[in-house]
């Protein structure tokens, strides 16, 4: 089993940042590939992106490409998500999820669900 705790939402102005943290145990951090997700009112979750083992590799959504990044300290057992120039349609719960099975491109490209999830932090963006 994988826990984690997701950290660092808040209420921001639209051109604002904030940076979440998902903080793991249960697992070595290192095997995981980790995601973020996130899941505003009335719409389907959405991938934000991905991040491989080792940090070297990273993906996102058309959405947030440029803008959010995603990265982790294996040392630390936590990935992150730094979100700049926000926008108020970036309001959403934000949802970090692991997975022991499959590299995250796989989990991507073949639409594979993630084994593991936070139970999310909400993230406001004002106009």
């Known amino acids: 089993q994988v826990q984690l705790v997701e950290s660092g939402g808040g209420l921001v102005q639209a051109g604002g940042s904030l940076r979440l943290s998902c903080a793991a145990s249960?697992?070595?951090?290192?095997?995981?590939?980790m995601g973020w997700f996130r899941q505003a009112p009335g719409k389907e979750r959405e991938s934000v992106g991905g991040?491989?083992?080792?940090?070297?590799?990273?993906d996102y959504s058309d959405s947030v490409k440029g803008r959010f990044t995603i990265s982790r300290d294996n040392a630390k057992n936590t990935v992150y998500l730094q979100m700049n120039s926000l926008k108020p349609e970036d309001s959403a719960v934000y949802y970090c999820?692991?997975?022991?099975?499959?590299?995250?491109?796989?989990?991507?490209?073949?639409?594979?669900?993630?084994?593991?999830w936070g139970q999310g932090t909400q993230v406001t963006v004002s106009s």
């Open positions: 999820a692991a997975d022991d099975r499959y590299y995250y491109s796989v989990l991507k490209t073949q639409g594979r669900e993630y084994e593991y």
């Open positions: 249960g697992r070595t951090f290192s095997t995981l590939a």
């Open positions: 991040i491989s083992w080792t940090g070297g590799s990273t």
